[in-house]
């Protein structure tokens, strides 16, 4: 059924009819696919483009500090536009500073496919992380102008700008970000409307940056997959079934300041303790629910902040992933309740702010197999798993339908200057985002 499909849309696309009356042609088609299915990407490119990448914010643990709208984000946005153009990519910058390179297809009125990543790291981050996904797109474009190869489809590589704090870019692009946010300070000093203006965007106008529904045939993303799992099981390529939904929370947790010599403990109202106590109940209940569910507490601050003084106020953060937006809010209704036990038994008070959403994203069906089949055919192992971390193609699948290629994380360690793909993951992973692309091409629309 996939071949004869494949078949079909190859015939219609190159020959311009839908049937095959005699074998000749369908023998002559099959040689044609055959040639161009033989093609792989340029080994010692991709990952010698990945090495120079690896400059742009080097710290001196091996890692970057290449943080969204920072000097070296611009520096290394700068070598990734001039890889675009060589690979014979039209390059723009939209309002939300993402960078976007375009190749035509052969039918004009067909939707553009999308592929693409980040290059912005976390403080202290990997060289690994949104780059091979960067990059790999690239050297496929490259790869299809060596072998004279047109898609029917405009393909459209596209650099997101600000994915680590907070998907900036893609979620612009499905009209998501909310104005506030522009007010927000990042990492690098900036808030983001600065940052943006700074990498050639326009905060004031960042409508302009979103896409209609229509305009997209679908996205495919290569990235690590900042886990152990794949390593773990020795696997060549993850096939992602779904892109978690995550909720954060601000908590503030409201005792009573004290000295901490004169106030005996049955008088206390800490809300330090009464925090801890908070966040074992987080770590514990998201344990005891069979699932994939996963709840952290990683930000906390207690005030005034000093040895002998009893902690009046405690700060902390909550955040809730799964694939199931209503598991998300069936653990926080359960941590809420918990709070109100804990508020009795400690004497203090909470509240809960929420301040960020990013729903959970399903991948397309018709890709996951796409995926699958590109790996079989390059004798590559593959395994059908959830993306437990936040994505880009998260947000595009608001527009249109997406898929994700995850390569083993050696390790699991991602997020760190030790996070490691090794060369011949890269390569395999950028293949089957190759052979994916093409096949996509010949089936969507």
Avoid: C
Avoid at 12 to 34: E, M, R, T, Y
Avoid at 55 to 61: L, W
Avoid at 118 to 129: E, F, M, P, Q
């Amino acid at each position: 059924m996939y071949r004869r499909q494949f078949v079909n849309n190859y015939i219609k696309a190159f020959l311009g009819v839908s049937f095959f009356p005699v074998n000749n042609i369908l023998s002559l088609i099959n040689k044609n696919l055959f040639l161009q299915s033989s093609i792989l990407i340029n080994n010692q490119r991709i990952n010698r483009n990945l090495d120079k990448l690896k400059s742009f914010g080097k710290n001196k643990d091996g890692g970057i500090d290449r943080l969204a709208f920072s000097d070296a984000d611009r520096d290394a946005r700068k070598y990734v536009i001039k890889l675009m153009e060589d690979a014979g990519l039209s390059v723009t910058i939209d309002t939300a500073a993402n960078i976007i390179g375009r190749m035509d297809g052969k039918e004009s009125k067909l939707k553009t496919i999308m592929i693409g990543s980040h290059i912005d790291s976390v403080i202290r981050g990997g060289n690994y992380d949104g780059q091979v996904g960067s990059l790999g797109a690239i050297e496929v474009v490259k790869t299809m102008n060596e072998n004279n190869i047109q898609l029917r489809h405009p393909i459209e590589v596209v650099i997101f700008s600000n994915e680590e704090g907070g998907k900036t870019g893609s979620r612009a692009m499905a009209n998501l970000v909310e104005d506030f946010e522009l007010n927000i300070v990042t990492d690098s000093g900036h808030t983001i409307g600065k940052g943006l203006s700074l990498n050639g965007g326009d905060p004031n106008n960042l409508v302009d940056a979103s896409r209609g529904s229509n305009s997209l045939a679908g996205y495919l993303e290569l990235h690590i997959e900042q886990g152990e799992v794949l390593d773990r099981k020795q696997i060549d390529i993850g096939i992602v079934e779904g892109i978690v939904g995550i909720k954060r929370w601000n908590v503030l947790v409201e005792g009573k300041t004290n000295h901490a010599g004169t106030t005996p403990m049955k008088d206390r109202s800490d809300s330090l303790v009464a925090a801890s106590s908070f966040i074992q109940n987080v770590y514990s209940t998201a344990k005891s629910i069979e699932g994939t569910q996963v709840a952290t507490v990683g930000r906390i601050k207690a005030s005034p902040g000093a040895p002998n003084v009893i902690p009046g106020e405690t700060r902390l953060s909550l955040e809730i992933r799964d694939l199931e937006m209503d598991k998300i809010d069936m653990l926080f209704d359960a941590f809420q309740k918990k709070s109100e036990e804990i508020s009795f038994s400690y004497n203090v008070d909470f509240q809960f702010d929420q301040f960020y959403v990013s729903e959970a994203a399903p991948t397309d069906q018709n890709f996951r197999s796409i995926i699958d089949r590109s790996a079989k055919d390059l004798g590559l192992k593959s395994y059908r798993m959830p993306s437990g971390a936040g994505h880009d193609a998260q947000s595009i699948a608001k527009l249109a339908p997406v898929g994700m290629i995850f390569i083993p994380s050696i390790n699991g360690v991602s997020h760190s200057p030790k996070e490691f793909s090794t060369p011949m993951q890269i390569i395999n992973g950028v293949n089957v985002l190759f052979r994916s692309l093409r096949s996509l091409d010949g089936l969507l629309d």
